[in-house]
């Protein structure tokens, strides 16, 4: 079974605070997202990895930062949480697959800054 | 601009009625993929179906079908005889062969059956 795991489900943070956020894939896929869901905007793109050391910035990368050190996993980076960053943050990754290949995602986390 | 619309934010059906979840899109490339993926309250987006832009044939999967219409760029969701377990936020999403590593998402339906 194909798995993409990330490191919380719940996370509470005050603001200020450096958050990290972390997603492991186990299907070696080239391809790696972190996305934000927010009510009534859906799925936003932050950042993704098209390889190892490999980043392009997404629709809203601002207050965010990513890493990328191992194929499989990839890091999410609040470099000083604020409340408004306050939302469901899920990982994805994929083939590189000119398109036709589907994402998988993780189960999410609901990161709470306060 | 938007590429994915799901104009239906919320819809709530009665057990065993159909239901019909809309998406329409936006692209310049010929070749293009369209997705359908389930998320239940669980939190984890599950991936239902993939369409490619050269093939128009619906589909169909147990109570699930598929419209994939290139005239009016839409790519509709049915489930027929719906059941509380399809009470689920549903999201159509697109991906380009130009540039293949993107999904753009739409806003997503929340469906809700009534038991």
């Known amino acids: 079974d194909v798995k993409v795991t990330q490191s919380s489900r719940y996370l509470v943070k005050r603001t200020g605070e450096k958050v990290f956020l972390e997603c492991v894939q186990d299907m070696d896929h080239e391809n790696m997202f972190w996305y934000r869901q927010d009510p009534g905007l859906g799925l936003r793109l932050i950042y993704f990895s098209y390889d190892v050391k490999m980043k392009e910035k997404g629709d809203i990368p601002e207050g965010y930062s990513v890493s990328r050190e191992k194929k499989e996993r990839f890091s999410l980076i609040l470099e000083s949480a604020s409340t408004n960053q306050t939302s469901m943050y899920l990982c994805?990754?994929?083939?590189?697959?000119?398109?036709?290949?589907?994402?998988?995602f993780g189960q999410g986390t609901r990161l709470t800054v306060v | 601009a938007q590429k994915v619309t799901q104009a239906q934010t919320e819809i709530s059906v009665v057990e065993k009625e159909d239901v019909t979840l809309d998406c329409v899109y936006e692209t310049r490339d010929t070749t293009y993929y369209l997705f359908w993926y389930k998320q239940p309250p669980s939190g984890e987006l599950v991936f239902l179906i993939r369409r490619n832009s050269f093939d128009e044939q619906n589909e169909i999967s147990g109570r699930y079908s598929w419209n994939f219409q290139k005239s009016t760029s839409s790519f509709n969701f049915t489930i027929t005889a719906s059941q509380v377990v399809d009470s689920a936020v549903y999201f159509c999403a697109l991906s380009e062969e130009n540039t293949g590593n993107q999904f753009y998402f739409g806003t997503g339906t929340s469906l809700t059956v009534i038991p």
């Open positions: 994805a990754s994929s083939l590189p697959a000119q398109g036709w290949a589907e994402a998988f």
